[in-house]
């Protein structure tokens, strides 16, 4: 029995209604502790008890991507992890990957709250916590204190975006801020340019005003990381196919897609009980299982339009091994998740590498990437 599906998330999402910002910070600050009482027995115990019970180990699941060893294909989605807490311990909760941020060079506190809510009905969530962070500085000052050896399990990769007070026109230098602080304690990078929540950064998205931006960074990334842009599930065909352009020009490793998503199209749930106003009222990037289509639209056609031969993270509704093969099939190398780890709690991760692993044995197939983008030969 899943003691998280059948006690846990009842009492917290039913019975007592936790606030679900409440219970992140929670999270959060229990892995902080962790991170401070590393050397300390009892937290290697439990490290140990979690690598136990969690994690999957398969050669038939690791890959070689961009010049780095991931285990698995699933990662952790930035927005969890937004100061770097966590980054010695998740690869023991059986992650191949982890994404930390977002973070801004300003420290920042976000939108007020009210800002994020469970939609249960639609196994989503609705978010406008506008890149609360405690600054690249704050980020980078952690992960240097961290033990080299436990945090570099697994390539651990650090999501950029632009501070609140800088203004558009200037966007450029404010990433290329943090980048400095902090390329040498990433293994790779991503631009985000795509959260639905700082006013005005989706028009980074567009070929100009991108390509600035990329100019920069790739100018000081002189030990050649891996940089990646992370693109919103709302753009149309032909802005992708453009920041495609983009990625080839400026020799990125890969695209990100999705972020969340601003349509409010064929939600189930009508009011929200916190503020008592309809989806369609509130501000904010909806993820979860609503988005899991349109991602994998934007998958199957970025792969289509590269034959495959730019790498692609997939992001957006996936809750199980099922979901996660669509991805990987219409064209992910790696695949990343945060909502559907909120509903299916910690032994999703196990539970869907061991289904990849039966979806590679019904299909004949000797390893994941074998597997990446046969759905669209």
Partial sequence: MDIYKAVIRPFLFTLVKADPEWLHQQAISSLNLLSEASYHQCARWLNSLLQKSLCLYDTRLEQNLFGLNFPNPLGLAAGFDKDGVGANFWSSFGFGCAELGTVTYHAQPGNPPPRLFRLTLDQAALNRMG????????MAMRLKMLDPQQSRLIPIGINLGKSKITPLETAAADYLESFRLLKNLGDYFVVNVSSPNTPGLRSLQDAAMLSQILEVLQTENMAQKPLFVKIAPDLEWEAIADIIDLAKTYKLAGIIATNTTISREGLKTQIIEKTGKTPQEEAGGISGAPLRQRSTEVIRFI???????IPIIGVGGIFTAEDAWEKITAGASLIQVYTGLIYEG?????RTLAGLLTKLEENG???ISEAVGIGNR
């Fill in 131 to 138: 890149f609360n962070n405690a600054g690249a500085a704050a």
């Fill in 365 to 367: 197939l000797n390893s």
């Fill in 346 to 350: 910690p032994m999703m991760v196990r």
């Fill in 303 to 309: 792969y289509q339009k590269t034959q495959g031969q």
